[in-house]
């Protein structure tokens, strides 16, 4: 018999291609981690200690739907790589960081970059403008066995059509195998936490009525009507 004073909440999960469901533990975002995106955000391209934000597990959201968010008239799209981690720990090697990694899904940091905007100036956190309900549209995810690791390739962006953001997955500042092992050192890393890994440039509004047409080379693509 449960212990629980309320009903428990339902564990927010990823689609597995070819059946099954990944469940989340922790969403963890990593900020500019391409040089051409730094530029664009005001920020100094070379590299440096890479920074960390999180979304709740339960942004995620795999419905294929974005509900345009309340209290803002800037909400943007920010392309991303999700890894997935079946295993984790603290301080772990980059040598033996891959290890951890269960698979990988295309996925959109939608953020309302107003609020996000008001928050820097004020120095504060930026949940507000990052961490809203169904922030993290994402797509079907795919085991590591089936897609190796992904370290290079096209990732790309069109918006009604339109190629709005377009890069390669070599142009990440920090790689896969850095963001777990630096992570590993500041938190506890565990199975069912996934890493969002950083935009391309061209991050740009999207309005109601707008398709959202995401890709990543190996993985099924991902589609979101803004509504």
Not at 30 to 43: C, D, L, S
Not at 103 to 130: C, F, H, N
């Amino acid at each position: 018999m449960t212990k629980h004073v309320i009903p428990t909440p339902a564990i927010p999960t990823i689609p597995v291609a070819g059946g099954g469901e990944f469940p989340v533990r922790r969403v963890y975002c990593i900020g500019r981690n391409y040089a051409a995106h730094t530029i664009e955000m005001g920020g100094d391209p070379n590299r440096e200690a890479p920074f960390f934000f999180q979304k709740n597990p339960n942004n995620i959201d795999a419905t294929g739907e974005f509900p345009y968010p309340p209290h803002s008239s800037d909400v943007h799209h920010e392309l991303e790589l999700l890894v997935a981690l079946k295993s984790g720990g603290n301080n772990i090697p980059i040598s033996e960081a891959m290890s951890h990694v269960w698979g990988y899904a295309v996925s959109l940091d939608m953020t309302r970059r107003d609020l996000q905007g008001e928050q820097k100036k004020l120095g504060r956190p930026w949940e507000i403008g990052k961490a809203f309900e169904r922030s993290g549209p994402v797509g079907l995810l795919h085991p590591v066995s089936e897609t190796g690791f992904l370290d290079k390739g096209r990732i790309e962006l069109k918006v009604n059509g339109k190629v709005t953001q377009e890069g390669d997955l070599d142009q990440m500042i920090w790689k896969v195998a850095e963001m777990i092992s630096y992570l590993s050192e500041y938190f506890e890393l565990a199975a069912g936490d996934v890493i969002m890994s950083g935009t391309p440039s061209g991050v740009g509004a999207v309005v109601r009525g707008d398709v959202m047409e995401a890709s990543v080379v190996g993985l099924s693509s991902l589609t979101v009507r803004v509504t």
